[in-house]
């Protein structure tokens, strides 16, 4: 079973619709970080959320941590070509314990058609 | 040059052979990180050097050998791979080996083992 589970897996939409992409575990994380990864490229970070509740807005891009911090979730407004591409959320300080590394979801993979 | 810089792009080797994947970063990071990217599975920590230290070695087989000689240079060995070794290997950088830090990744080697 996965630590992070990430949902939908694939995600096709029209351009100028919106979206929600989702992230959730049944533990508890210190913080989330979410990354956009092009085909060919490596991820680059988006957003890093630390608080129960926080909500971060990046242009278009919304993102929330849940209140108990166990789930995150990334909304999309008016979606464009340019939006497309693997998400992927990544925990940190998996329920209390050190810092650790990070550990990943598997992604969704979104596409956004002209 | 800024960002984190991997080469090569690609990779293509017999399972018989043995090549090296570098990675450089001038961003001043004193973590650097070894990550493996296959289809349909989330990234998978290979190996975590902390100020040219490794502090993890997550029970990578013993075919991939990392070496850290400095700060800013991070190697990859690579020697008797098998196919199922194919993959992305991404290389990622961070401020320290905490993950209140978001990670810098390169563009990845595509390795294809024949």
């Known amino acids: 079973t996965q630590l992070l589970e990430q949902s939908p897996q694939f995600l096709s939409i029209q351009e100028g619709e919106n979206l929600t992409v989702y992230c959730n575990s049944s533990?508890?994380?210190?913080?989330l970080q979410w990354y956009r990864q092009e085909p060919g490229e490596g991820p680059v970070l988006l957003v890093t959320?630390?608080?129960?509740?926080e909500v971060k807005k990046l242009k278009r891009l919304t993102f929330q941590f849940g209140d108990a911090r166990k789930d995150s979730s990334l909304h999309i407004t008016a979606a464009q070509t340019g939006d497309t591409g693997l998400y992927l959320c990544?925990?940190?300080?998996?329920?209390?314990?050190?810092?650790?590394?990070?550990?990943f979801g598997k992604g969704t993979k979104l596409s956004v058609k002209p | 040059e800024t960002g984190v810089t991997q080469t090569p792009r690609h990779l293509v080797m017999g399972m018989t052979n043995k090549k090296s994947l570098k990675c450089e970063q001038h961003?001043?990071?004193?973590?650097m990180y070894w990550y493996k990217q296959s289809a349909k599975k989330p990234l998978e920590l290979m190996f975590v050097?902390?100020?040219?230290?490794?502090?993890e070695n997550n029970s990578v087989p013993s075919r991939f050998s990392p070496e850290c000689p400095n700060s800013s240079h991070l190697f990859l060995h690579l020697h008797t791979l098998q196919p199922e070794d194919s993959a992305l290997y991404l290389c990622?950088?961070?401020?320290?080996?905490?993950?209140?830090?978001?990670?810098?990744f390169g563009s990845g080697t595509r390795l294809t083992v024949v």
């Open positions: 961003l001043g990071h004193n973590a």
């Open positions: 050097y902390s100020l040219e230290e490794r502090v």
């Open positions: 959320v630390v608080t129960g509740g």
């Open positions: 990544a925990g940190a300080g998996v329920d209390g314990g050190s810092q650790g590394n990070l550990i």
């Open positions: 533990s508890v994380f210190s913080s």
């Open positions: 990622a950088s961070s401020q320290d080996s905490g993950t209140n830090y978001g990670y810098t």
